[in-house]
């Protein structure tokens, strides 16, 4: 069974752009968890998606958005980037909420805010 | 509110040697607990996760944790190292209740040498 798959893995964007990210999670898993890792901050949450519907949401400014789709596959939107933007963003896929259910991991896409 | 302390943002042992990696959470409810591991350029993989069902939890790889409510603790450990165990370990806890909402701890560098 394929794993998390997330697209693109490397991205250079420049201050103020927008930028979106992809993941398809696990066949069959119908709940997508994002999250963003620095250095400084580590991993926080930044929302949860199960059903298309947006189940719970992490402290992040309204720049963040999301949205699952009817495959479940889910999307991320970063608006007005800032330099402080440049992460790992990690995409999860779980068969239900978690923590009932195992939360499997994407390879992350690494985004560089210049 | 959900937290967690890992102990020492860097361990360094020897091949063959114990492996202890500490982590120490806060939680108003009984919490569901969680190590992950982290090797470079890739997503999170659970090595195992504590639910209740016992206070001794066995994983991956030949890792296990215990999970101790008097000391609020759930230190990863094992037996032997090995150079492929080298890697960042995260503790993570959630309470249950706010769905895919992990809580993760900064991380321990796990250094293996020969």
């Known amino acids: 069974k394929a794993g998390v798959t997330q697209t693109p893995r490397y991205l250079i964007k420049t201050r103020g752009q927008q930028v979106t990210l992809s993941c398809s999670p696990i066949?069959?898993?119908?709940?997508v968890s994002w999250y963003q890792q620095t250095p400084g901050q580590g991993l926080q949450f930044l929302f949860e998606?199960?059903?298309?519907?947006?189940?719970n949401k992490g402290n992040f400014p309204g720049r963040f958005s999301g949205r699952q789709f009817s495959n479940s596959r889910s999307e991320m939107n970063v608006s007005t980037l800032e330099l402080g933007d440049s992460a790992l963003y990690l995409c999860?896929?779980?068969?239900?909420?978690?923590?009932?259910?195992?939360?499997?991991f994407g390879p992350g896409t690494r985004l560089t805010v210049t | 509110a959900q937290s967690v302390t890992q102990l020492g943002s860097h361990v360094s042992v020897s091949e063959g040697a114990l492996v202890l990696l500490r982590c120490n959470y806060s939680s108003s409810v009984p919490p569901y607990l969680f190590w992950y591991v982290q090797y470079p350029n890739q997503g999170l993989q659970l090595l195992l996760k504590?639910?209740?069902?016992?206070?001794l939890v066995k994983g991956i790889n030949g890792f296990e944790a215990e999970f101790k409510k008097s000391e609020t603790s759930f230190h990863l450990t094992k037996p032997s190292a090995h150079m492929s165990d080298a890697a960042e370990y995260f503790c993570a806890v959630s309470d249950g209740n706010q769905g895919g909402k992990l809580i993760f701890g900064q991380g321990t560098e796990l250094s293996v040498k020969p």
């Open positions: 066949s069959g898993h119908r709940s």
């Open positions: 999860a896929s779980s068969l239900g909420l978690t923590p009932s259910y195992e939360q499997y």
């Open positions: 504590y639910t209740s069902a016992a206070t």
């Open positions: 998606y199960f059903s298309e519907t947006q189940r």
